[in-house]
Every structure is written in C-alpha cells, then in structure tokens.
C-alpha cells in the first residue's frame, strides 16, 4: 500500500505509518522530511467502510500532496537569491492565526482550488460546450448528448495531460514521478533497493493517480449516462448540478475498483488498467540516476518495520 508522489526537485512517499519527503537542493544534497502518520481511519474507524473511505483517502491524499508541493518548493530557488518579503496578507495571516494555522490555511486554499479547478475543467466545461453545440440543434436525442460530454470528458483529459508534457519544468517533475513508479516496482518485487535493479523496472504502474483519474472520468460518464435516462434534464445548470453531487459516489467507486485492481493481476484486471497506463506516456517519464536515489530514500524512510503491515 505504499505509494508516492513527484514534487519539485523531489518526491514523497506515503506508507502505512510514515511519510517521507525527500528533496534534491541545487547543492546536490539530499533534504529529507519524515513524519510519523496519524491515519483518519484511526481515529475514525467508519469512514475506513468501502464506499466511505474513498472519498476520505481522497481528500487526504490531496492535502499531503499540496503541502509536500509546498514544501518541495522552498528549494527550487536558486541559494543565492534573498527570500521575498511576505505579503500584507500572509503577514497578516501569521500574525493572526500563527505560522503553523497560516500554513494549514494555504494547504487548504490550495487543495480547495485545485479541486475546483479539476471540477470545472473535467465536469462542468464539457456540460457547458455540448449544451452549447446542442442549442443549435434541439432535437438531438439525448442519448447523443450524454455520448458528446463524455467523449468531450476524455478529449479533454488527454490534451490537458499532453499539454503539461510539453512543459520543461513539469516534463522535469514527470521524470521524478518515473523515479516513483520505478522505486516502488522494485520494492514490490523483493529486490534490493539499489540504482541498476530500480533502473530496471517499469515505468507504468497501475496504482498510479493517473490511471485514477480517468478511471474517475469513466465511472462518471457511467454513472451520468445511467442517471439522464430515468431524469431526461437538457438544462445546462442543472445537468452541471447533477454531475457535482454525482461526483462523491464517483470517486467513492472509482477507488474501490483501484483498490481491487492494485490487488490482483488476471486478464481482467490487465484490461481495466490498459487504458491509463497508456495515458502515463505523458505523465512518467525515464528518471536520471539522482532521481532514482531520491526515490530509494523516500521508499526506505517509510518501510514498516513489522513486516507485511504494508501490504494492500
């Protein structure tokens, strides 16, 4: 069950009882966070039921992941430039709240963004376009139009992700998240973690977020598919509405099916999980070798020590 995530410069590494963030600074030398882990399911015990948990893991994931971002991010710049001045706001906030709540605060911000941009760009913008297309021809039968959004959806999806390939800093970033995939591969195999047998694995894995996501954009386009039969709505606001509170049970399925498809390998499982380790050609790409270290660092930080509490 571990797994991890590429930063700037750097990457993280969740297991079942510790996190690790491990940074490469422009000196070259490695910077490492670890931090003991406080499960929600813990404290919590029933939002770890299937179909509660996903949404929970979810929202979790997101927030480590953004402050690791944050984090990772202190270090890109280069060791010679002064530090910016904070501004009015953030002076404000830490003067207010403290350094920690004005940290928490942006994580927050961040991850509440970062959802909503996700939402709109993937959810309400292909309802917006196809209701658009559509007005000029009204009689389309609207199993055509739940057929448009969910292609939109898909198009949508994947020149956003070939976009971000072209970009030099996130192609970077992307090459740190083949260190991941590649790390992982080689501790799930009972290798020693070291360059050439990490250098050997695979780059794809199907575990990975992207494959998440679009299993997340599939599911949807099930389920408003299923939906839009019984309740026939051609109004743009509210067939937005309905995807948004459609959005929960979505990724509350989509990770039980991830879930059981990072448990197993059979013929099946290799079908489900074709589609996006296909789509990982444009978010994994081939690591150096300091980037492979980085990833060895990160896994080894947060290996339990009672053997197999780790497992899926």
């Known amino acids: 069950m571990i797994g991890g995530q590429a930063l700037i410069e750097g990457i993280m590494m969740l297991g079942p009882e510790k996190k690790a963030v491990v940074v490469r600074k422009p000196d070259g030398e490695l910077e490492q966070q670890v931090e003991e882990r406080v499960l929600i399911k813990d404290k919590h015990p029933a939002l770890a039921l299937p179909f509660l948990r996903g949404v929970v893991n979810f929202g979790s994931s997101m927030a480590n992941g953004v402050k690791a971002l944050m984090y990772s991010a202190q270090f890109a710049e280069e060791e010679e430039e002064a530090p910016e001045e904070p501004s009015r706001f953030e002076a404000w906030l830490e003067k207010h709240l403290g350094s920690e709540k004005a940290a928490s605060f942006f994580v927050t911000l961040a991850v509440g963004l970062g959802a909503a941009f996700s939402v709109l760009l993937f959810f309400v913008l292909p309802t917006f376009l196809t209701g658009g297309l559509l007005y000029f021809f009204p009689g389309f039968p609207l199993w055509g139009r739940n057929l448009i959004e969910g292609i939109l959806k898909v198009v949508i999806f994947v020149g956003y992700l070939m976009f971000c390939s072209r970009l030099k800093d996130i192609r970077r970033t992307f090459s740190y998240h083949g260190a991941e995939h590649k790390t992982i591969f080689c501790y ?14 695979p780059m794809h894995h199907p575990r990975c977020g992207t494959s998440f996501l679009f299993v997340v954009i599939f599911v949807s386009i099930l389920f408003s598919s299923v939906f839009f039969a019984f309740f026939q709505f051609t109004n743009v606001w509210l067939r937005t509405l309905v995807h948004l509170l459609l959005l929960p049970a979505v990724v509350s399925v989509t990770y ?26 444009w978010t994994t790409f081939e690591p150096d070798d300091s980037m492979i270290e980085v990833g060895i660092a990160a896994l080894k930080a947060v290996i339990p020590e009672e053997k197999g509490k780790d497992r899926w």
């Open 256 to 281: 039980e099916i991830n879930r059981y498809m990072g448990g197993h390998d059979n013929f099946l499982t290799r079908i489900c999980t074709a589609p996006g380790l296909w789509l990982q050609n």
């Open 188 to 201: 799930e195999k009972g290798l020693p973690l070291t360059v050439e047998n990490v250098r050997a694995q």
